[in-house]
């Protein structure tokens, strides 16, 4: 909503205001004059970390970039070089990957908040989808970052994934061909490591841009609020500074808390210790695990015995979830007042986490059916459970404005 | 705002409880090599420094035994000063290795003694050269070997496996082959190695080394403290590190509560309170 107009008063900003408006933008978008609902809590702390995630990533990456070598037969070395030799270089690593765990942990929460508020509901669809087109392009980020220190597990994963497209050899012409492409020649060799390391840098810049969009889109409606009723009247909100910027302060303190408690006191607690042996192609690690942020998906994969479809079925999972907005045929947004969504939500979240811990496992055993209820359940909750609930449940009453469900909080 | 964070202590100890519970489970099926037995070390917790005495025995007995067979190519003798040799000890120190260098102006590669800016050179020219040596078997770099033997568990701290405690294990863990295990050709038995065949014979036997500081050179001390320097090897950073997250964590807190009361002063005016 918007509240208030950037008048400068500094005659320099005024010359400026009148040439380049950047003084009314930043009033408008982060300033005084951009008006948020008075009631969001903590919850939506989380698109400002994720914010903060991408900047100290690009930062503390291109600081990494100074001194690492893109080549299979020094890429190990120049890694272990930034961690002994380099002033500080361990902590510019550490920053950075642990950094890559954080920034999931924060997206993750981020998604996971605007499901249950329904924050991807009309008439926010774009904000949402550009917010997977995100995700997507963090989940090849991270992906190709993991390979570049050249271990054990960034040449296997990346053997693994890679070769998950060659499911894809039914297609005419050039389905032989993919995988051969993505590698750059005939195994993950060194082309694959230049590749990979290139795009590794381009992506960020371009997971930027979409943060642009995605923000230029949320001004539009602005943000959604725990009760997911519209902004109605200036009852409703206050300006976004200092209100918003001082509580995104606030919360970046305390995460950043979290993050250096990792950095600086288990460093590798989130990685894989056989990444810290040099990349073998004559050698095949015991068991191959990709990062943790995958590890859902992974399980999906694994879960259906048919290679192609195991791969169809991962990339569903994500695909899926842009079309949450229209599966959705509920008037009302926020699960706070949808009793039976919200059950299914967090029995959703559960599921979520089981299907990460069996990526953990081999697949055997009982892990087997498991990932393959868990995934039953994952698909089930986007294509029964939320389309069916959303149409027939009966909604808690809604207060009748923002403000009055603030009044209503604060008599308890 | 205590409700609030009772909240969302809540979910995340409900996530961590899903997560553990899932992953006990995990662990029933794990492999049959026991967890090796946990030792003091003086380097590990918050605030955790290396024991020196530890580290320059420990390096003793890398340069007296492992060095044989295995490489350490990533530390230079340089950081040797971190063991709490002096300058002159460690370029004392460098000068026992004779080093390749060159070529020279005639062309020609030559030895030299080593100097703190050289790499401690390695017992084989190549992999094959080791290979041959070695029965077949490649004896590992070292470098990093505590780092990448190290098995840590966010959600079951107690199931953590630290590097150097798995060395210790390693070391000491020789043994008869049980009855009826089939043991290859100049393998030795390690109730710790995965799968518990090892080319590497037992390399530490009673008073194999002489300690300077009249420590008994027990398979067990020696054990402990070429794990110590191992694990220096591995992560040399390690004090710097610890130091500087307490002033980072130090600051941190500090300014969290700045910020929170100054957030809770904002919003006193919207929330009335």
Same mark, same amino acid.
């Not at chain 2, 000890?89 to 030895?111: C, H, L, Q, T």
């Given at each position: 909503m918007h509240l208030s107009s950037y008048e400068p008063k500094n005659p320099v900003m005024k010359w400026v205001e009148a040439r380049l408006p950047i003084g009314s933008l930043i009033y408008g978008s982060l300033g005084p004059g951009y008006g948020a609902p008075k009631n969001l809590n903590y919850w939506w702390n989380f698109g400002s970390l994720a914010g903060l995630m991408l900047v100290i990533q690009i930062i503390t990456g291109i600081v990494l970039v100074m001194h690492y070598?893109?080549? !299979?037969?020094?890429a190990f070395a120049s890694v272990e070089h930034i961690m002994r030799? !380099?002033?500080h270089g361990w902590m510019i690593r550490y920053l950075h990957a642990n950094g890559a765990s954080m920034f999931f942990i924060v997206v993750y929460i981020h998604i996971l908040r605007g499901m249950y508020y329904g924050s991807y509901k009309a008439p926010r669809e774009m904000i949402w989808m550009l917010g997977l087109v995100i995700y997507l392009l963090m989940m090849a980020t991270g992906f190709m970052g993991y390979v570049l220190p050249w271990g054990q597990m960034s040449f296997w994963g990346a053997t693994v994934i890679t070769n998950l497209f060659s499911a894809f050899d039914f297609i005419p012409v050039i389905g032989d061909d993919i995988v051969t492409f993505l590698w750059g020649g005939f195994s993950v060799d060194n082309p694959t490591l230049k590749k990979f390391f290139s795009l590794h840098y381009l992506l960020p810049f371009v997971i930027a841009g979409v943060v642009i969009l995605h923000i230029w889109a949320l001004h539009i409606p602005g943000s959604n609020n725990?009760?997911?009723?519209?902004?109605?009247?200036?009852?409703d909100v206050v300006p976004f500074h200092p209100y918003y910027t001082v509580k995104d302060l606030f919360g970046i303190a305390v995460f950043l808390l979290f993050y250096c408690t990792f950095v600086f006191y288990m460093p590798n607690i989130l990685g894989h210790p056989d990444n810290y042996i040099e990349a073998n192609p004559m050698v095949t690690p015991a068991h191959i695990v990709p990062e943790w942020y995958y590890l859902p998906f992974y399980a999906i994969l694994r879960a259906i015995p048919n290679k192609l479809l195991g791969v169809v079925a991962m990339f569903a999972a994500i695909l899926i979830v842009f079309f949450l907005p229209w599966l959705d045929g509920s008037k009302v947004r926020s699960a706070a007042f949808r009793p039976l969504t919200k059950q299914f939500f967090w029995i959703f979240v559960i599921n979520a986490l089981i299907l990460g811990v069996c990526g953990s496992q081999p697949a055997e055993g009982f892990w087997v059916p498991l990932s393959q209820i868990c995934t039953a359940y994952y698909f089930a909750y986007f294509l029964l459970i939320i389309p069916i609930v959303s149409r027939i449940e009966t909604p808690k009453p809604l207060p009748t404005s923002i403000a009055e469900a603030v009044l209503a909080k604060k008599k308890g | 705002m205590i409700q609030k964070i009772k909240k969302i202590s809540l979910t995340m100890f409900a996530a961590a409880g899903v997560l553990v519970g899932a992953s006990n489970i995990a662990v029933a099926a794990g492999g049959d090599v026991p967890q090796p037995p946990k030792n003091d070390w003086a380097h590990v917790g918050p605030f955790g420094k290396f024991d020196k005495a530890a580290l320059q025995r420990g390096f003793q007995v890398y340069k007296e035994v492992c060095a044989s067979c295995h490489?350490?190519?990533?530390?230079?003798?340089?950081?040797?000063?971190?063991?709490?040799?002096n300058e002159d000890e460690v370029k004392a120190i460098a000068k026992e290795y004779d080093v390749m260098d060159g070529p020279n102006d005639d062309g020609e590669m030559f030895s030299r003694p080593g100097r703190p800016s050289d790499y401690f050179p390695a017992p084989f020219a190549n992999d094959q050269e080791a290979r041959a040596a070695n029965g077949g078997a490649l004896p590992p770099d070292l470098s990093l070997i505590a780092k990448a033997r190290e098995h840590l568990s966010l959600f079951r701290p107690w199931k953590s496996q630290y590097g150097e405690d798995y060395l210790v294990a390693l070391l000491t863990g020789y043994d008869d082959a049980p009855e009826g295990f089939e043991l290859g050709e100049g393998m030795s038995y390690n109730t710790y190695f995965a799968g518990h065949?090892?080319?590497?014979?037992?390399p530490l036997s009673e008073d194999q080394v002489e300690y300077a500081d009249g420590t008994p050179a027990t398979v067990k001390q020696m054990s402990k403290d070429v794990a110590t320097f191992l694990y220096w090897a591995s992560e040399p950073k390690m004090e710097a590190r610890k130091e500087l997250g307490f002033k980072v964590l130090a600051f941190l807190l500090i300014l969290s509560i700045l910020l929170y009361f100054t957030n809770k002063k904002i919003w006193a005016d919207v929330k009335g309170k």
């Amino acid at each position: 909503m918007h509240l208030s107009s950037y008048e400068p008063k500094n005659p320099v900003m005024k010359w400026v205001e009148a040439r380049l408006p950047i003084g009314s933008l930043i009033y408008g978008s982060l300033g005084p004059g951009y008006g948020a609902p008075k009631n969001l809590n903590y919850w939506w702390n989380f698109g400002s970390l994720a914010g903060l995630m991408l900047v100290i990533q690009i930062i503390t990456g291109i600081v990494l970039v100074m001194h690492y070598t893109p080549d !299979v037969t020094l890429a190990f070395a120049s890694v272990e070089h930034i961690m002994r030799d !380099v002033n500080h270089g361990w902590m510019i690593r550490y920053l950075h990957a642990n950094g890559a765990s954080m920034f999931f942990i924060v997206v993750y929460i981020h998604i996971l908040r605007g499901m249950y508020y329904g924050s991807y509901k009309a008439p926010r669809e774009m904000i949402w989808m550009l917010g997977l087109v995100i995700y997507l392009l963090m989940m090849a980020t991270g992906f190709m970052g993991y390979v570049l220190p050249w271990g054990q597990m960034s040449f296997w994963g990346a053997t693994v994934i890679t070769n998950l497209f060659s499911a894809f050899d039914f297609i005419p012409v050039i389905g032989d061909d993919i995988v051969t492409f993505l590698w750059g020649g005939f195994s993950v060799d060194n082309p694959t490591l230049k590749k990979f390391f290139s795009l590794h840098y381009l992506l960020p810049f371009v997971i930027a841009g979409v943060v642009i969009l995605h923000i230029w889109a949320l001004h539009i409606p602005g943000s959604n609020n725990p009760t997911g009723l519209d902004m109605k009247t200036k009852q409703d909100v206050v300006p976004f500074h200092p209100y918003y910027t001082v509580k995104d302060l606030f919360g970046i303190a305390v995460f950043l808390l979290f993050y250096c408690t990792f950095v600086f006191y288990m460093p590798n607690i989130l990685g894989h210790p056989d990444n810290y042996i040099e990349a073998n192609p004559m050698v095949t690690p015991a068991h191959i695990v990709p990062e943790w942020y995958y590890l859902p998906f992974y399980a999906i994969l694994r879960a259906i015995p048919n290679k192609l479809l195991g791969v169809v079925a991962m990339f569903a999972a994500i695909l899926i979830v842009f079309f949450l907005p229209w599966l959705d045929g509920s008037k009302v947004r926020s699960a706070a007042f949808r009793p039976l969504t919200k059950q299914f939500f967090w029995i959703f979240v559960i599921n979520a986490l089981i299907l990460g811990v069996c990526g953990s496992q081999p697949a055997e055993g009982f892990w087997v059916p498991l990932s393959q209820i868990c995934t039953a359940y994952y698909f089930a909750y986007f294509l029964l459970i939320i389309p069916i609930v959303s149409r027939i449940e009966t909604p808690k009453p809604l207060p009748t404005s923002i403000a009055e469900a603030v009044l209503a909080k604060k008599k308890g | 705002m205590i409700q609030k964070i009772k909240k969302i202590s809540l979910t995340m100890f409900a996530a961590a409880g899903v997560l553990v519970g899932a992953s006990n489970i995990a662990v029933a099926a794990g492999g049959d090599v026991p967890q090796p037995p946990k030792n003091d070390w003086a380097h590990v917790g918050p605030f955790g420094k290396f024991d020196k005495a530890a580290l320059q025995r420990g390096f003793q007995v890398y340069k007296e035994v492992c060095a044989s067979c295995h490489s350490l190519d990533l530390v230079a003798m340089r950081t040797l000063s971190d063991l709490g040799y002096n300058e002159d000890e460690v370029k004392a120190i460098a000068k026992e290795y004779d080093v390749m260098d060159g070529p020279n102006d005639d062309g020609e590669m030559f030895s030299r003694p080593g100097r703190p800016s050289d790499y401690f050179p390695a017992p084989f020219a190549n992999d094959q050269e080791a290979r041959a040596a070695n029965g077949g078997a490649l004896p590992p770099d070292l470098s990093l070997i505590a780092k990448a033997r190290e098995h840590l568990s966010l959600f079951r701290p107690w199931k953590s496996q630290y590097g150097e405690d798995y060395l210790v294990a390693l070391l000491t863990g020789y043994d008869d082959a049980p009855e009826g295990f089939e043991l290859g050709e100049g393998m030795s038995y390690n109730t710790y190695f995965a799968g518990h065949q090892i080319a590497m014979a037992a390399p530490l036997s009673e008073d194999q080394v002489e300690y300077a500081d009249g420590t008994p050179a027990t398979v067990k001390q020696m054990s402990k403290d070429v794990a110590t320097f191992l694990y220096w090897a591995s992560e040399p950073k390690m004090e710097a590190r610890k130091e500087l997250g307490f002033k980072v964590l130090a600051f941190l807190l500090i300014l969290s509560i700045l910020l929170y009361f100054t957030n809770k002063k904002i919003w006193a005016d919207v929330k009335g309170k």
